[in-house]
């Protein structure tokens, strides 16, 4: 990565941050001319990291306004999150259909599993959680796919909800879940791993922190 590019992505991430962290709101305009200021730049990498911004979700650039923040609606929540939930479903039957899970992949998701369910805070669970997921597409073939579930990662940072303590029944739900998908792949049913999997996301991606951005964004910018 060049200094170019790594400037232009330090500022997008740094200004992403701070949007999901409510530090920044829907509808604040972000000029040019004052990040460049405080990121002590030219307007070059401004620019490019919002850009990036957009592309990513997270701003909505307006001809003669420059850039804001963008406000998502309950209606693109529901449509991201439909697709979030078939495109993460087909790229763990890939996964399993093609490449398979080996003994040490089996044995790592139950440890993960395990962690979750012995979990003494939401941060905790809720970082064991992503890697759960992110190592459920780790063997899919189609690595397009993978790229897409990122930038869809980062387009639902906006709404995800925390509330999920542990020992509450909404986290039980969840991690029965898990449970029921790792049967699947232990009996390499690759069609029933997706269907659980669909199901799975629909009714609980929206139980995810918005804390979880900094474990996504290590594949983000």
Same mark, same amino acid.
Request: hydrophobic fraction near 35%; include cysteine; proline fraction near 2%.
């Given at each position: 990565?060049? !200094?170019?590019?790594y ?8 200004i ?6 409510k530090?920044l %709101?829907?509808?604040?305009r &972000?000029?040019e ?6 990121f002590e730049v030219s ?6 990291a =919002?850009?990036?911004? !957009?592309?990513?979700?997270f701003?909505?650039n307006?001809?003669n306004s420059?850039?804001?923040?963008r406000?998502?609606? !309950?209606?693109?929540?529901r ?6 939930a078939?495109l993460?479903?087909r790229?763990?039957?890939l996964?399993? @259909?093609?490449h ?7 044995? %790592?998701?139950e440890?993960?599993?395990?962690g979750?369910e ?8 809720r970082k064991?959680n992503? !890697? ?6 780790k ?11 990122i930038?869809l990662?980062?387009k639902?940072?906006? %709404?995800?909800?925390?509330g999920l303590?542990?020992?509450?029944s909404? =986290?039980k739900? =969840?991690?029965d879940?898990?449970?029921e998908? &790792? ?10 791993a997706?269907?659980l999997l669909?199901?799975?996301v629909?009714?609980?991606r929206m139980?995810?922190s ?9 594949? @983000?910018?």
């Amino acid at each position: 990565m060049s !200094e170019k590019d790594y400037l232009r992505n330090d500022i997008a991430h740094k200004i992403a941050s701070e949007i999901i962290s409510k530090q920044l %709101y829907p509808g604040e305009r &972000l000029t040019e001319a004052s990040l460049c200021e405080r990121f002590e730049v030219s307007r070059t990498p401004v620019r490019e990291a =919002l850009m990036l911004l !957009e592309k990513k979700g997270f701003v909505e650039n307006r001809k003669n306004s420059g850039a804001i923040v963008r406000k998502i609606s !309950e209606n693109n929540i529901r449509e991201i999150n439909d697709i979030y939930a078939a495109l993460e479903g087909r790229a763990l039957e890939l996964s399993i @259909s093609v490449h398979q899970f080996t003994e040490t992949d089996i044995d %790592y998701l139950e440890k993960l599993q395990t962690g979750m369910e012995h979990a003494t805070n939401e941060g905790e669970w809720r970082k064991l959680n992503i !890697e759960f997921h992110t190592y459920l597409r780790k063997r899919c073939p189609n690595q397009e796919l993978n790229s897409i579930l990122i930038e869809l990662d980062e387009k639902t940072l906006f %709404y995800r909800k925390g509330g999920l303590p542990p020992g509450s029944s909404g =986290l039980k739900v =969840l991690l029965d879940d898990h449970r029921e998908i &790792l049967s699947a792949i232990k009996a390499k049913d690759a069609a029933k791993a997706r269907y659980l999997l669909e199901n799975h996301v629909r009714n609980g991606r929206m139980s995810l922190s918005s804390e979880d951005f900094e474990i996504i964004s290590q594949v @983000s910018f």
